[in-house]
């Protein structure tokens, strides 16, 4: 079955800064990749997601890229704010199959 | 809301006792699951049903029984739990085809006493 790892486990940055996230996949079929944040107390929101077509997404400060031949996918937060500050999960899916492998999440640390 | 709710919120039980948790999705959706997430510990799927037919069952121990009665409804059926069973219990549902975002209810917090 599919393997997500997931660097660093702890990551904390000042404010403004940017925070890199990276993960590695081991199942070539997996072709969607979707990125969930995780605040304290909360449930696990979708923030971003990607799709083996395509290399890179942006969405304002969030960006993913995605290295398919060497298997691995990094989110980027640009110009950290202290409410960036939470737990973000990386995961790896089939299209069209219904089975989500999670990496073991990076608690992520803004400080003002 | 993210339309997927779950009750109860805080769950306490000793390991003969039986117990249902129970999720539900006003999103229109036709595939859910449970996932259980443990302290310092990937989100572990359990089981997964699409068009409420089991679709996967990740080798959980038989103490865990999922019912879906329709693809509104999620139950997790407990029974003679351990303490290391002990975890926050998260529903999700998607689409069974085409891109499949999950949407998270807010979690089940056991303990297992």
């Known amino acids: 079955g599919e393997n997500v790892e997931q660097h660093p486990s702890t990551l904390s940055v000042q404010e403004g800064d940017s925070a890199v996230i990276k993960c590695t996949y081991s199942d070539s079929a997996s072709n969607y990749f979707p990125w969930y944040k995780q605040e304290l107390g909360k449930r696990p929101q979708l923030i971003i997601d990607?799709?083996?077509?395509?290399g890179e997404k942006k969405d304002q400060r969030i960006a993913v890229t995605l290295n398919k031949t060497a298997k691995h996918f990094s989110l980027h937060i640009t110009e950290t704010q202290p409410e960036d500050s939470a737990v973000y999960f990386c995961a790896a899916s089939i299209y069209n199959f219904n089975k989500f492998y999670f990496g073991s999440g990076t608690k992520l640390n803004v400080k003002p | 809301e993210t339309g997927v709710t779950q009750t109860p919120r805080h769950l306490v039980m000793g390991m003969t006792n039986k117990k249902s948790l129970k999720c539900e999705q006003h999103l229109g959706h036709n595939a859910m699951y449970w996932y259980k997430q443990s302290a310092k510990k990937p989100l572990e799927l359990m089981f997964v049903y699409s068009l409420e037919e089991r679709v996967e069952n990740n080798s959980v121990p038989s103490r865990f029984s999922p019912e879906c009665p329709n693809s509104s409804h999620l139950f997790l059926h407990l029974h003679t739990l351990q303490p290391e069973d002990s975890a926050l219990y998260l529903c999700a549902s998607s689409q069974a085809q085409g891109l499949n975002e999950q949407f998270f209810g807010p979690g089940t917090r056991l303990t297992v006493l």
């Open positions: 990607i799709r083996s077509n395509v």
